[in-house]
């Protein structure tokens, strides 16, 4: 790939950078039943995501799982070393931004790259906030507020944040960090991916793993100008990002 000055990575999370779903991971843990009424809700479509999240961690404190056990949980979740080797030499070679941008949350997300020593690669993260409560119970929230102004994406994205939309994330992103990044490479592989995707220009690159429901959204509706690059494993995503 020719080389440019100024490239940007935009990592989404769960299944593009780490192996695994965190939201789900914590509770195949550390309270299995949880997990399954997760499933089970999620299936029916009562509830949104986040404000489903925000409720299993209510209910799994209430059982007495500890801030210590899910901090556990986060630190053994499937990460490949390619991975970690991948944004570690990439970064290191200079000229690249790291964005993550994630519907997991900024715990979560926290705890997982300082265990893999990742922390300082990225110069943004926009996620869901959480904090831990005196009581130790993990509160989680949407990022955009539900008794707030709502956004307006009508690609698909659910509530709690548009990653692509004119004027939500990715875009806001772009405006604080000017001039504009030579070549944008995004790593994903969920559908609320597909939106930042369709931002995408000619020079930039989606890294879009092939299981996920990016790949179907991809095939059903098109309309992409970037190159798409399918993966399964994250060697593949250190093999491409010696490419760069």
């Not at 100024?6 to 769960?14: A, I, K, T």
């Not at 960090?177 to 930042?196: E, K, L, M, T």
């Not at 989606?206 to 179907?216: A, I």
Request: contains cysteine.
């Amino acid at each position: 790939m020719p080389a440019v000055d100024r490239q940007l990575v935009v990592f989404d999370f769960d299944w593009s950078m780490a192996d695994q779903d965190t939201d789900r991971w914590v509770f195949e843990v550390n309270a299995p039943n949880i997990r399954r009424w997760m499933e089970d809700t999620e299936r029916s479509g009562s509830m949104q995501f986040t404000d489903m999240v925000a409720k299993a961690l209510r209910e799994a404190h209430a059982q007495g799982v500890t801030r210590q056990q899910l901090e556990d949980a986060l630190r053994i979740t499937p990460f490949h070393p390619a991975m970690v080797r991948g944004i570690t030499d990439l970064k290191a070679a200079g000229k690249t931004t790291f964005f993550c941008l994630s519907n997991a949350n900024a715990v979560y997300i926290s705890v997982i790259l300082k265990e893999k020593g990742l922390t300082a690669m990225f110069d943004e993260i926009v996620t869901n906030p959480a904090e831990w409560d005196p009581s130790g119970l993990l509160v989680v929230r949407r990022r955009v507020d539900p008794s707030g102004p709502q956004h307006s994406c009508q690609v698909g994205c659910s509530a709690n944040m548009c990653k692509g939309a004119t004027g939500e994330e990715l875009e806001a992103f772009y405006k604080r960090h000017q001039p504009a990044y030579d070549r944008v490479i995004y790593v994903g592989d969920g559908s609320n991916d597909f939106c930042p995707a369709l931002r995408l220009r000619t020079q930039d690159i989606l890294l879009c793993r092939s299981f996920g429901g990016l790949h179907k959204r991809i095939a059903r509706e098109g309309g992409l100008k970037c190159t798409v690059k399918y993966w399964t494993g994250a060697w593949e995503v250190e093999e491409i990002f010696k490419a760069l």
